[in-house]
């Protein structure tokens, strides 16, 4: 059981990493947060956290980024859960609405809406019909962790096999579920450096669908996590 103080810490270090994709150290974390307590009780702390598995230090100089199981807690435990912003669900809104006036595919347009508004990898398409589309591969290849030209042939050797990686994730969902994946829980993607937030929808026409967010493992998990319930609910209200 984690503390007050090492769960304040911890959320700290993936907040600031989520910003600069740089290691915290416990001289940076003082400089930014006040704890009330001496240099050598946080560098404990953090030490602590690291000999628990949700920290570690990439370098020996280096300060700490999260570990699956620190990204696990946050989401689990820490994460505050918020609800998408009123001007984006506006947006979808009038997209999806003007899409099905126009009687386009909203299987093959949701992708693009979910890349737009998460800047990362968004999937979608239909699962009886194993019809799939992705938007924003070029988002997602511009973080950092991705500079290393094995973690681009991995997402890349994804999106060529798409329609058999799918059944692996659906199998495990029930509809209007969202699960988030982090790191090697994805089944996509066998990397340490992304995560997956997907559910199983019904799309208007009838069809099961599938909605994913594709990002660094640093990704935003509560606005993309809004970001798909509020798609998800949003495609099943125009059911048939």
Do not use: W
């Not at 690291?50 to 370098?59: A, E, K, S, V």
């Not at 997209?95 to 386009?104: C, G, W, Y």
């Not at 909203?106 to 890349?115: H, I, N, P, S, W």
């Not at 990686?165 to 829980?185: A, P």
């Amino acid at each position: 059981m984690l503390t007050g103080r090492q769960k304040r810490i911890l959320e700290i270090v993936i907040k600031e990493y989520t910003r600069s994709a740089e290691p915290l150290g416990s001289e940076e974390l003082l400089k930014q947060y006040d704890f009330g307590v001496s240099p050598a009780t946080i560098r404990a702390e953090m030490a602590e956290l690291t000999h628990l598995g949700y920290l570690y230090q990439p370098h020996v100089s280096a300060g700490r980024v999260p570990t699956d199981k620190g990204y696990r807690f946050f989401v689990n435990d820490l994460m505050k859960s918020r609800s998408l912003p009123v001007g984006e669900q506006r947006m979808l809104q009038e997209e999806i609405l003007k899409l099905k006036a126009r009687n386009i595919r909203l299987a093959r347009t949701a992708a693009k809406l979910l890349a737009t508004l998460s800047h990362n990898l968004a999937i979608s398409g239909l699962i009886e019909e194993e019809e799939y589309f992705q938007s924003g591969i070029r988002s997602l290849l511009s973080n950092p962790e991705f500079s290393d030209v094995d973690e681009i042939c991995r997402v890349v050797e994804v999106l060529d096999y798409l329609d058999e990686n799918v059944d692996r994730i659906m199998s495990q969902l029930k509809e209007g579920e969202v699960q988030t994946l982090i790191g090697r829980e994805n089944p996509l993607i066998k990397s340490d450096d992304c995560s997956m937030v997907v559910s199983r929808c019904r799309m208007p026409d009838g069809n099961t669908g599938i909605l994913a967010i594709i990002g660094p493992k640093r990704m935003r998990y509560a606005k993309n996590i809004s970001l798909i319930e509020y798609m998800t609910r949003l495609l099943g209200r125009f059911n048939p």
